[in-house]
């Protein structure tokens, strides 16, 4: 089993910045994939950023050259900084860890892009 708790949201003006952390415990020598997905009012879950093997990544189209995703080994932790936000990046966003076949997820964190 992995456990995921992401922290970082919160309330930032259009433009504005914000990191996301997600610290994994448990089998967490099993993960392979951690990424971070969104979920808007009213839409369905998308990815929006994924770490492979602790070295390559992969964005959603909406988000690339303004989100990075990273993660410290030492720290279990994985990262998400989002610059230059807009309002339809308002969401919850959640934590996902992949190993084994399994999907682990966090119980999200609410990201709010308002004036």
């Known amino acids: 089993q992995v456990q995921l708790v992401e922290s970082g949201g919160g309330l930032v003006q259009p433009g504005g910045s914000l990191r996301l952390s997600c610290a994994a415990s448990g089998s967490i020598f099993s993960i392979n994939v951690m990424g971070w997905y969104r979920q808007a009012p009213g839409k369905q879950r998308e990815l929006v950023a994924a770490i492979i093997s602790g070295r390559s990544t992969n964005y959603a189209d909406s988000v690339k050259g303004r989100f990075t995703i990273s993660r410290d080994n030492a720290k279990n932790t994985v990262y998400l900084q989002m610059n230059s936000l807009k309002p339809e990046d308002t969401a919850v966003y959640y934590c996902?860890?992949?190993?084994?076949?399994?999907?682990?997820w966090g119980k999200g964190t609410l990201v709010t892009v308002s004036p």
């Open positions: 996902n860890a992949v190993g084994n076949g399994m999907h682990y």
